[in-house]
């Protein structure tokens, strides 16, 4: 099967204001997300499906393909699907945000697997992953999206609230399970707790069905598009991984980032 590993990447941002194009550490935080994502062993292309022709020059410029795409897309699924029209030669499409710039070619590598489904009885459509929660700040952090799997790896439900719900608190269920084999694909013990990681892998044939898809009540009362494919009643896979991968949202974190970048 063919992968292809989709950046959709938006120019306007609320909270950082052109942050793509932020440039502190000699590149572009675009260019650094792209040359993380090309670090995957199992893809074979990386594009930049973009909503501003500058971000189109930016990827052009060091070298990248980047097709410009719909400046009204509401979401990164609807703007991947729009390439996803052109590429037919591609199989499986990877999502990967553009403010990632550290994003491990491991978890890339882990959502196109159980895309390609060894052993399933039924093709995988979609995939992503998730992360143990290790703290309870974490857990009650709404901008820490949360995750519950049933026993085959599945995604059941995704939340800004803490689920599940703690009825009575105790410090004993922030500790990693390392009684249980994980049904996550990873070596990694679950968790009671799991932060679900912006990372998403599709079928081209499903890909291309979401942007047709009801959106529920749900979705926007979450402002969480993935619940999207869930309320339509088709099952999202879910991989564990140790570490969460770090997006960059604020001054504070792009701040952050470049300082990591410099202490290398």
Request: hydrophobic content about 40%.
């Amino acid at each position: 099967m063919k992968s292809v590993i989709v950046i959709p990447a938006r120019l306007g941002s609320t909270r950082l204001p052109r942050k793509l194009l932020l440039d502190q550490t000699g590149k572009s935080l675009l260019r650094h997300t792209c040359e993380s994502a090309a670090k995957s062993t199992k893809a074979q292309r990386v594009i930049v499906a973009a909503d501003d022709p500058e971000l189109v020059a930016e990827v052009e410029s060091f070298g990248g393909t980047a097709m410009l795409t719909d400046p009204s897309h509401t979401c990164g699924t609807d703007r991947i699907a729009e390439v996803a029209i052109e590429l037919t030669d591609y199989d499986l499409f990877i999502n990967v945000q553009g403010d990632e710039p550290e994003i491990s070619a491991q978890a890339i590598d882990l959502a196109i697997e159980i895309l390609e489904g060894d052993g399933e009885a039924e093709p995988v459509l979609m995939s992503t992953l998730a992360t143990p929660i290790r703290s309870r700040d974490q857990l009650e952090d709404p901008n820490c999206v949360k995750v519950v799997v049933d026993a085959n790896g599945r995604a059941m439900y995704f939340s800004r609230s803490a689920i599940p719900c703690p009825r009575n608190w105790s410090d004993d269920w922030m500790d990693i399970n390392t009684n249980t084999t994980s049904p996550l694909r990873q070596a990694v013990q679950p968790a009671n707790f799991l932060q679900h990681v912006g990372l998403y892998g599709y079928r081209r044939e499903f890909l291309l069905k979401i942007p047709s898809l009801a959106v529920p009540p749900m979705e926007r009362i979450e402002s969480l598009e993935q619940l999207r494919v869930l309320h339509n009643g088709y099952p999202i896979s879910v991989g564990l991984i140790e570490h969460p991968i770090t997006g960059i949202d604020t001054a504070q974190d792009y701040a952050a980032f470049v300082n990591r970048v410099a202490n290398r």
